[in-house]
């Protein structure tokens, strides 16, 4: 049982210097904390690790996106019942009032339309999370191949699963960034170095820390693109850059993990083209992107600095998804570039556990 208010008094003695009795009051919080804890509200997500699982290379697919066939009134999506509020001018939308679950083949081509055209959607009161997996994997499947993650934990027979998962035991992507930085800031753009990366992308919260906390922030790669210079934009048409899986897989096998699948590495426009919208777009990403092919080492960091900092200071560009009980986001994954927000202590035995579904699309154009 955890001590209550009065015993917390009692063993922080007026005698004891003030530091003292704050340090003896966290840790009996922190011990109430995890006694309390009744483990994961959905222990069939919780990550699992399989050194023995191997898969071959992703062979190329042809792929139509589903938002190419979309009425752009999206009628099924966007009912009289569907609240709609914009978090800002160039990305990001939330919606209530419509179920993701019920939606009609021509409502999921409009659901593809609606991210396409803004970036990122955060659904409210969904039921995704209680639909069981067959049939989640079934709806995000509508979108394109789901991809099969070559080193993040999964759930047994069900390979599809991106598992997010952080406790107080538990603490992967602590581990993946370092603990050396100031920021814990990690922007990319999930898997970018497939030959064809995902498009339209699931995320949904089973587990959230207690209060705003856990978020994520999303960038618009084409307000990036759209707020360089004509002159330089056109410099930037034509380049290609290297990305690469294989830090990735290296960190895995380090720490024991798992290499499903040799890392590779692919070569992808520096900007690109949605094959919905026509949108252009900046394609690149701190966590996948390491070189600009044809340029001189210098050349290719200096280049990739500027242009880092540049998306990553687009305070005016840049949105923060919250979650709630029943949070689905989805976003375009061809258009962003993502950050989780580590702001809070897993030590004090708050849990973020959320999985990602993500379709495969077309390979990057120009």
Known sequence: MAPSVSELQEQAAPTTTASAREGIIEAIKKEANLQADKGPSYPFYLPTFNNDEKWPPIEIFEHSDPGLRADPSKPNLLSANTKTRDFS????????????????????????L?????????????????????????IAKYFGPIHRHPTSGNVPGYPEFHIVYRDANHDRFREYIGDDRASRTSWHS????????????????????????????????????????????????GLKAVHSAVAQAEFSAKRGGPVRREPIESTHPLVR???????KALYINQGFTR?????????????LRFLFDHISKGADF?????????????????????????DWDVKQGERRHAIRLTPQAEQPTE
């Open 114 to 138: 609606f991210a396409a055209e803004r970036k990122v959607l955060v659904f409210r009161d969904q039921d995704f999370k209680d639909l069981g997996a067959d049939r989640q994997i079934e």
């Open 318 to 342: 840049t949105v923060r998804a919250s979650y709630e009980k029943g949070t689905v986001v989805v976003w375009d994954n061809r258009v962003t570039v993502h950050s989780a927000t580590v």
């Open 273 to 279: 083209k949605h094959p919905v919208t026509g949108e």
């Open 190 to 237: 999930d898997v970018s170095y497939e030959k064809q990366p995902p498009g339209t992308t699931f995320f949904f919260i089973l587990d959230q820390p207690e209060g705003a906390a856990g978020d994520t922030l999303f960038i618009s790669q084409v307000e990036a693109y759209k707020r360089l210079s004509p002159e330089f934009q056109k410099r930037l048409e």
């Open 291 to 303: 070189s600009i092919v044809g340029f001189k080492r210098e050349e290719s960091e200096y280049l």
């Open 89 to 112: 001018p160039y990305i990001g939308t939330e919606l209530r009032g419509v179920q993701i679950s019920q939606l009609s083949p021509a409502g999921l081509d409009e659901l593809a």
